[in-house]
Structure formats: structure tokens, C-alpha cells
């Protein structure tokens, strides 16, 4: 075939670019209680979580949860365990981006101050209420298998 009877196929539109983000958090538990947080998602709704951020460069996973736990809490913790990360995909304008999130569980230490301004509220629930509460399918599973392992 030459090349003006040859068919060209049609170009295909390329999909977002994916880009990789890790973070790290905790689950804060005491006598039958969690620790969540009341914050505002991407898109600015009101969403209760647990406490979580990015790992920043030359941080461990324990070290970013344990920080990031402490900002959004006000609560300085100690890690009792590792649970199950957690990955999932979000949009971010044009970016699709897929997190993974590693989780310890914690029991808290001390209240050294209070949490951060990006935070609305910080609550001690039971656990059963912190299933109810939580905004999340992963963090209700997250709570009950740190329930489970208490």
C-alpha cells in the first residue's frame, strides 16, 4: 500500500496524567474511643475523617502520621501498630491522582496545643458513633480493624 491510500488510524486523546501521592495517618484510640476530625474535602464540603497528610521529603510514614496527627489534633501520639494502607484515585483539575495511605494505629500521650486552621472541629467518639460519623467507606472499615485488634 502506498502511503496515500493507507488508512490512518485516528489518534487517540490522552488521558489525565496520573500522578502518585503518599500520605500517612493515624487512628487515635482510647477506652473505646477514636479520635476524627472535621474538615473540608477538595470541594469544600463539610467531611468527618481521620487525621492524615502528605509525607513530606526524607520523612518516614511513621514520622509524617505521627505530625500530621499532632497539627490536626493537638494531640502528641505514640504508634502502637501499622494497619492497612489504603489507595484509592481522585481528580485534581486536569491530574488523576492516585494516593496510598499508610495508618497506625495510636494511643495518645498528651494534648500539646490545638489543631491546625485547616481542621473545623476535633471530637472523641465511641467507636460505634465514629463508624456513624465517618464521612468514608475506608476509614469506617480502617476503624473497625483497629477495633477488631484492640
Given at each position: 500500500?502506498?502511503?496515500?491510500?493507507?488508512?490512518?488510524?485516528?489518534?487517540?486523546?490522552?488521558?489525565?496524567?496520573?500522578?502518585?501521592?503518599?500520605?500517612?495517618?493515624?487512628?487515635?484510640?482510647r477506652?473505646?474511643?477514636?479520635?476524627?476530625?472535621?474538615?473540608?474535602?477538595?470541594?469544600?464540603?463539610?467531611?468527618?475523617?481521620?487525621?492524615?497528610g502528605?509525607?513530606?521529603?526524607?520523612?518516614?510514614?511513621?514520622?509524617?502520621a505521627?505530625?500530621?496527627?499532632?497539627?490536626?489534633?493537638?494531640?502528641?501520639?505514640?504508634?502502637?501498630?501499622?494497619?492497612?494502607?489504603?489507595?484509592?484515585?481522585?481528580?485534581?483539575?486536569?491530574?488523576?491522582?492516585?494516593?496510598?495511605?499508610?495508618?497506625?494505629?495510636?494511643?495518645?500521650?498528651?494534648?500539646?496545643?490545638?489543631?491546625?486552621?485547616?481542621?473545623?472541629?476535633?471530637?472523641?467518639?465511641?467507636?460505634?458513633?465514629?463508624?456513624?460519623?465517618?464521612?468514608?467507606?475506608?476509614?469506617?472499615?480502617?476503624?473497625?480493624?483497629?477495633?477488631?485488634?484492640?
Amino acid at each position: 500500500m502506498s502511503e496515500k491510500t493507507q488508512k490512518r488510524s485516528p489518534k487517540k486523546k490522552a488521558g489525565p496524567k496520573t500522578v502518585f501521592e503518599f500520605s500517612a495517618g493515624g487512628v487515635v484510640a482510647r477506652a473505646g474511643e477514636v479520635l476524627l476530625v472535621w474538615a473540608k474535602d477538595l470541594k469544600g464540603r463539610s467531611v468527618v475523617t481521620l487525621p492524615k497528610g502528605l509525607i513530606k521529603r526524607g520523612e518516614t510514614g511513621e514520622e509524617a502520621a505521627l505530625r500530621e496527627v499532632r497539627e490536626e489534633t493537638g494531640f502528641r501520639c505514640r504508634i502502637v501498630k501499622e494497619l492497612p494502607k489504603s489507595e484509592y484515585f481522585y481528580r485534581r483539575g486536569d491530574k488523576l491522582v492516585r494516593k496510598t495511605v499508610r495508618w497506625f494505629l495510636m494511643e495518645p500521650i498528651e494534648k500539646e496545643g490545638e489543631h491546625d486552621q485547616e481542621i473545623d472541629d476535633v471530637r472523641w467518639l465511641s467507636v460505634e458513633e465514629a463508624i456513624g460519623a465517618l464521612s468514608y467507606d475506608a476509614d469506617r472499615k480502617l476503624v473497625e480493624t483497629a477495633a477488631a485488634g484492640v
